[in-house]
């Protein structure tokens, strides 16, 4: 497709449980991002990947979240035991290369995680 | 990373200019001041970008005080559909670091 592609778009989880959150980046976009948003909160930054390199996960909120981009296209956003302070959209964006100054970020529509 | 200040809500006659403005007085020579905005929860959507020239695209103008320290977005004719919460951002250089930062943004209220 032409833009960020997330999957699922909404999911209900009991507590405690696994889930994992899919992202397809714009085609050719190198770099990519995770954030979070709770209800009426702003932004919230996760992790980042730039091509091969080590991806940046200082914003990573506890050890239950863990990220992964194979191939350097697709990444998976697995939230394990989750919480019910979890619940967000969790929110998916691609650009062309992290790196270089004036590459716009584009995002996807996101994945409502609510946890019961 | 640069923070920036934005006022937590305008509000905007529908069809006037809208005028939304930023502080960010930290911000460094090689940053660049960034606008995206959120409607309803959505997907942020970029709308323009700058270093310190002023631009113009399809959508806004961006205008950036000489000192760099402060910046306006202006929606020429504002409609109800721009109702949203915008944002603000300083694109941060710091090494292994290329996200944007995200404050809490402007709650723009366009009017009838």
Same mark, same amino acid.
């Given at each position: 497709?032409?833009?960020?592609?997330?999957?699922?778009?909404?999911?209900?989880?009991?507590?405690?449980?696994?889930?994992?959150?899919?992202?397809?980046?714009?085609?050719?976009?190198?770099?990519?991002?995770?954030?979070?948003?709770?209800?009426?909160?702003?932004?919230?930054?996760?992790?980042?990947?730039?091509?091969?390199?080590?991806?940046?996960?200082?914003?990573?909120?506890?050890?239950?979240?863990?990220?992964?981009?194979?191939?350097?296209?697709?990444?998976?956003?697995?939230?394990?035991?989750?919480?019910?302070?979890?619940?967000?959209?969790?929110?998916?964006?691609?650009?062309?290369?992290?790196?270089?100054?004036?590459?716009?970020?584009?995002?996807?529509?996101?994945?409502?995680?609510?946890?019961? | 990373?640069?923070?920036?200040?934005?006022?937590?809500?305008?509000?905007?006659?529908?069809?006037?200019?809208?005028? @939304?403005?930023?502080? +960010?007085? %930290?911000?460094?020579?090689?940053?660049?001041? =960034?606008?995206?905005?959120?409607?309803?929860?959505? *997907?942020?959507?970029?709308?323009?970008?700058?270093?310190?020239?002023?631009?113009?695209?399809?959508?806004?103008?961006?205008?950036?005080?000489?000192?760099?320290?402060?910046?306006? @977005?202006?929606?020429? +004719?504002? %409609?109800?559909?721009?109702?949203?919460?915008? =944002?603000?951002?300083?694109?941060?250089?710091?090494? *292994?670091?290329?996200?944007?930062?995200?404050?809490?943004?402007?709650?723009?209220?366009?009017?009838?």
């Amino acid at each position: 497709g032409a833009g960020v592609s997330q999957s699922p778009s909404n999911k209900v989880t009991e507590k405690g449980k696994d889930v994992e959150l899919r992202c397809d980046p714009i085609s050719g976009h190198t770099a990519l991002y995770w954030y979070r948003q709770s209800l009426g909160q702003g932004l919230e930054f996760l992790i980042y990947f730039q091509g091969n390199s080590a991806p940046d996960k200082s914003g990573l909120p506890s050890d239950r979240f863990s990220a992964e981009r194979t191939g350097g296209s697709v990444s998976t956003l697995t939230i394990q035991r989750t919480q019910q302070e979890d619940s967000a959209v969790y929110l998916c964006a691609s650009s062309l290369g992290g790196g270089s100054e004036g590459n716009t970020i584009y995002f996807g529509e996101g994945s409502w995680l609510t946890v019961v | 990373d640069a923070k920036t200040t934005q006022p937590p809500s305008m509000d905007c006659a529908e069809g006037r200019a809208a005028n @939304l403005p930023c502080n +960010h007085s %930290t911000i460094s020579g090689n940053e660049y001041v =960034y606008w995206y905005r959120q409607i309803h929860s959505q *997907g942020p959507q970029y709308i323009i970008h700058g270093l310190k020239n002023n631009e113009t695209n399809e959508m806004a103008s961006l205008i950036i005080t000489e000192d760099r320290k402060s910046s306006t @977005l202006i929606l020429p +004719h504002a %409609t109800l559909r721009d109702t949203a919460v915008y =944002y603000c951002i300083v694109r941060s250089l710091g090494a *292994g670091r290329r996200a944007l930062t995200f404050g809490s943004g402007t709650r723009l209220q366009v009017q009838p």
